[in-house]
Structures are given as C-alpha cells and as structure tokens.
C-alpha cells in the first residue's frame, strides 16, 4: 500500500496518465504532419483557372495539370521546390521512426529535434522560395491550395516536434518496474 498523497503520476485527475497522453499526442501529430507533407506535394502551387500546376503529382493528366517542362523559368522554380517538399518528407519519416524508437526503446530523444527542426525550416523555405522565385509578372493566375497547405503542415511539424520531444517518454516494460514486497 502507498501512503496518502504518494500515489502514482497514472492516479491523478482521475487515473489518466499524462505519459500516454503525451506519447499519443506525439504519434498523432507526426503521422498528421506526414500525411500533410504529402497532400502539399500533390495539391497545386500556382493556379490558371485552367490549368493547375502541382509540384509532383503522378496522377496528374495533361488535361487537368500544366506542363512546366517546356518553359525554362518554371523549371528552376518547381524542380527545387519538389525537392525541398520531399526532403521535409523524408524528415518527417525520420522523426516518426526516432519518435517510436524514443517511445519503445531507450532511444535519446535528440533525434526527434535532430530531425523536426530541420524538417519544419526545409518546409518553411519551401513556399517562401517558391514566391521568391516563381515568375509571376510572366504567367496569369494565383498561388494554389498546396503553396497555403505548406504553412499548415509546417504549423504540424512543429507542433509534432515539441510533443515528441516532451511526450516521447519511456514505457516501462513488464518486470523493469521494481515492487516492494509488501
């Protein structure tokens, strides 16, 4: 028996446990930010009303999608832009595995920011570059719905960062936690 007032961190406000809640809230957001990185890649960044433009998308039909290939300035805009995309991709794939790793394992949890950090700036330069670079006086039209989702998922990536960094306890596996006796 625990004295009074001794109890475990599981048996305040009501037997929730905080750690779980953390590392859910931080598997949450990472698979969120994952998915959202993707749906930036594949949303188009710069809208005609006839044609859209995405940044990679294989499903993408001549019919509905512009073709950047044939012009010089589109393709030193999106190319880079797509690569920049796929490395917060890739990032975001890593900070999940470190994320796992952290909970699971006794992994240190400096990856998770070793990866988050880099990943949310690299999604950050993203749609900034594109602006910066993208030729807008040359080609009619407005900035699409994957150029304003980028800020979302930054938003996400960030906050996935921060609870996987603070959330990402240990859990204690059966038979490490010593029991007294009595």
């Not at 030193?76 to 794939?93: E, K």
Request: with cysteine; proline share 5%; glycine share 12%.
């Amino acid at each position: 028996m625990q004295p009074y007032g001794e109890a475990g961190a599981g048996a305040a406000y009501g037997g929730l446990d905080w750690g779980f809640i953390g590392r859910t809230a931080a598997l949450v957001f990472a698979t969120v930010t994952i998915a959202l990185v993707v749906v930036v890649a594949s949303l188009p960044w710069w809208d005609t009303g006839t044609f859209a433009y995405p940044l990679g998308n294989p499903f993408c039909h001549e019919q509905a999608c512009g073709d950047y290939t044939d012009s010089a300035s589109l393709r030193n805009v999106f190319p880079p832009t797509y690569g920049l995309v796929t490395m917060a991709f890739a990032l975001s794939i890593f900070e999940l595995v470190f994320l796992v790793g952290s909970i699971t394992s006794y992994w240190n949890r400096v990856g998770i920011l070793v990866t988050g950090i880099p990943g949310s700036i690299v999604l950050l330069v993203a749609p900034i570059y594109f602006y910066s670079r993208f030729p807008m006086s040359s080609y009619s039209g407005y900035l699409g719905s994957g150029w304003f989702m980028a800020f979302v998922a930054v938003v996400f990536f960030i906050a996935a960062t921060i609870a996987g960094f603070f959330g990402a306890g240990h859990i204690k596996h059966v038979g490490s936690v010593r029991v007294s006796p009595s």
